[in-house]
């Protein structure tokens, strides 16, 4: 299975900063897809279109996400982005219910489903994010609450709509706190989330589900990560703005977190 790391700018990159960001990692992780990573940048709407104008230009194979979608595909929708005008940038990858927009933006349920299923029928891949709060980690609820993040979207669509999508674990207490979940923590969340996928669509399903760990992942920790079984990449948030950092992250990642 072809691993991935995607790198979660949030609402950081100028046009200035995402040239020079993107410059300096085209030439740092060349050889990363022919390793078997793939190998994701996922700007700010704004610097979308400057980001594939580089990567382009710098003849890099790595791929551009967006961080969110509108579910229609055109229409009276101020201030949304649909499927069409991500595609239109070189988008391939897209975040649907990432934690700061369930937090912020009280996304949920039937909308994050409505996403979903505009980005498959659009022919993005959703990267689908999951993940408890610590005071439900520590009332022993991690798994119920993955349970009812993955009834209300993964496991609402059709089983002919599923192949592909990338589910990422993302516990919400070490997301830019700098608080990882430990191998064993992340490992365990992975195995529940893979199960559960095998019960609702099938063994081969779940074997071939890519399901990511997500949660103040740096060079220093990921090797760690990426070594459990069923850890299948990363998505990085702030350590994806640094070249060195994030390079180093897929370094890590094309040899398996060894
Ligand atoms: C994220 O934004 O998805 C994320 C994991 O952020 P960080 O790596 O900064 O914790």
Redesign the pocket.
């Known amino acids: 299975m072809r691993a991935i790391v995607a790198g979660?700018w949030?609402m950081n990159g100028t046009l200035a900063e995402t040239r020079s960001l993107l410059a300096a990692l085209a030439p740092e992780i060349e050889t990363a897809e022919a390793n078997g990573v793939d190998v994701v940048v996922i700007p700010p709407f704004t610097a979308l279109e400057t980001a594939s104008a580089t990567l382009r230009s710098a003849g890099s194979r790595i791929h551009l996400g967006a961080q969110d979608l509108h579910w229609e595909p055109k229409g009276a929708f101020t201030g949304e982005i649909s499927v069409g005008m991500l595609r239109e940038l070189g988008c391939s990858f897209v975040l649907v219910g990432?934690?700061?927009r369930r937090a912020h933006f009280g996304e949920g349920g039937a909308v994050l489903l409505a996403k979903l299923e505009a980005a498959i029928r659009g022919g993005l891949t959703p990267i689908l994010?999951v993940g408890e709060k610590l005071e439900e980690r520590e009332a022993g609820r991690t798994e119920g609450v993955l349970d009812d993040q993955l009834d209300e979207t993964l496991f609402a669509l059709a089983p002919r709509d599923i192949a592909g999508v990338v589910v990422?674990y993302?516990p919400v207490w070490?997301?830019?706190?700098g608080r990882t979940a430990t191998p064993q923590q992340a490992e365990e969340a992975h195995r529940h989330i893979r199960h559960r996928i095998a019960g609702r669509f099938g063994e081969e399903e779940g074997a071939r589900s890519r399901i990511l760990y997500?949660?103040?992942?740096t060079s220093a920790n990921a090797a760690e990560l990426l070594r459990r079984p069923g850890v299948d990449g990363a998505?990085?948030?702030?350590?994806?703005l640094k070249a060195a950092e994030f390079a180093g992250i897929v370094r890590l990642a094309t040899q398996g977190g060894t």
């Open positions: 979660n949030k990432h934690s700061e994010c990422a993302e070490a997301i830019g706190t997500g949660g103040s992942v998505l990085v948030g702030g350590a994806s």
